[in-house]
């Protein structure tokens, strides 16, 4: 029972740079989300995904975007990556039926020089 | 506007005594979820501890439990029994709506030998 696998776990980027963090869920959850962390300001929401072909911007989306290719995956794609992107980000599913228990993954510690 | 607060950045406690860790939060919806999430240096966050709303009694895993003030918006945990592996960053987090969920600033708890 794997959870929430995100990859890679580790990535540093040149600023300019493109990279997609990978997000997949084997629960059989509706929602999934992506959320950021940074020294001193908990998780910020950067998208979420209801259900399977929708989406919506959380605290934080300028710079990010987001892709439910299905029930499982959801992908995180930073186009033109910054230095201000550096960051540990995490994927979460949610259990709709289970008390709206969010689900995480091990986080990516992304670098941007 | 919804918002946690987590006013202690850091807390030690001696192994095997009591700690409680503080949580104040704002929200206008009468009905919503209440979480403590523990993340320890391996980064994956857990979930200790959850508390719907519109449950006087207030909830309890173990050696974790909560103290629910619902008028004075106050979701405090308290750690009995602490251990080594109680150490870790502690993050509180509110569920007011549909979807997104909203994460204090965390405390670092030091478990002392």
């Known amino acids: 029972n794997a959870g929430v696998t995100q990859t890679p776990k580790f990535q540093v980027l040149k600023t300019g740079q493109s990279m997609t963090l990978q997000c997949a869920q084997d629960m059989n959850h509706n929602s999934m989300y992506w959320y950021r962390q940074d020294p001193g300001m908990g998780l910020r929401l950067i998208y979420y995904s209801a259900s399977e072909g929708t989406t919506d911007k959380g605290e934080v989306p300028n710079g990010y975007n987001v892709s439910r290719l299905n029930k499982r995956e959801f992908s995180l794609r930073l186009e033109s990556a910054a230095p201000s992107q550096t960051s540990v980000y995490f994927c979460a599913s949610r259990d709709d039926l289970a008390a709206n228990v969010l689900t995480f993954g091990a986080g990516s510690r992304l670098t941007v020089l | 506007a919804q918002t946690v607060t987590q006013s202690q950045p850091e807390m030690s406690v001696q192994e095997a005594e009591t700690v409680t860790l503080s949580c104040t939060y704002d929200t206008s919806e009468s009905d919503y979820y209440l979480f403590w999430y523990k993340q320890p240096p391996s980064r994956q966050m857990i979930l200790v501890i959850r508390?719907?709303?519109?449950?006087?009694q207030n909830a309890t895993e173990n050696r974790f439990s909560v103290n629910f003030q619902k008028a004075a918006k106050s979701f405090s945990l308290k750690i009995s029994d602490s251990q080594l592996g109680d150490a870790a960053m502690y993050f509180c987090a509110l569920l007011s709506g549909t979807y997104k969920y909203i994460f204090g600033t965390g405390t670092r708890l030091k478990v002392l030998a």
């Open positions: 508390q719907e709303a519109y449950k006087q």
